[in-house]
Nanobody, 122 residues
Framework: QVQLVESGGGLVQAGGSLRLSCAASGRTFSGYAVGWFRQAPGKDRDFVAQIDWSGDSTSYADSVKGRFTISRDNAKNTVYLQMNSLKPEDTAVYYC???????????????WGQGTQVTVSS
């Protein structure tokens, strides 16, 4: 069981940038793949990005390709989501989660953080 804590959310103007962090609390997630998901009010939780245990393989939702970058620092037991060129449609609660391998399917992620709010204004 891996405990996760997200941070770095906030209010930003369209076109701006934020960097989200996902850190293990009390336990490591070395050996796990990590994904970022987001959920806007009244909508389902959607896949955003993922990274394998080594950091060698990544994938992104089409809506964020070219704007968001996922990375990890295993020495710090932390995964990051760098978000550039933010749009109002990116407004959501962002969650990180861990899985046994790379997947975009929510039900295969075995542990979730509590989320961090990202609000993009125009």
């Amino acid at each position: 069981q891996v405990q996760l804590v997200e941070s770095g959310g906030g209010l930003v103007q369209a076109g701006g940038s934020l960097r989200l962090s996902c850190a293990a609390s009390g336990r490591t997630f070395s050996g796990y793949a990590v994904g970022w998901f987001r959920q806007a009010p009244g909508k389902d939780r959607d896949f955003v990005a993922q990274i394998d245990w080594s950091g060698d393989s990544t994938s992104y939702a089409d809506s964020v390709k070219g704007r968001f970058t996922i990375s990890r620092d295993n020495a710090k037991n932390t995964v990051y989501l760098q978000m550039n060129s933010l749009k109002p449609e990116d407004t959501a609660v962002y969650y990180c989660a861990v899985s046994r391998g790379l997947t975009t399917i929510v039900r295969y992620y075995v542990s979730w953080g509590q989320g961090t709010q990202v609000t993009v204004s125009s």
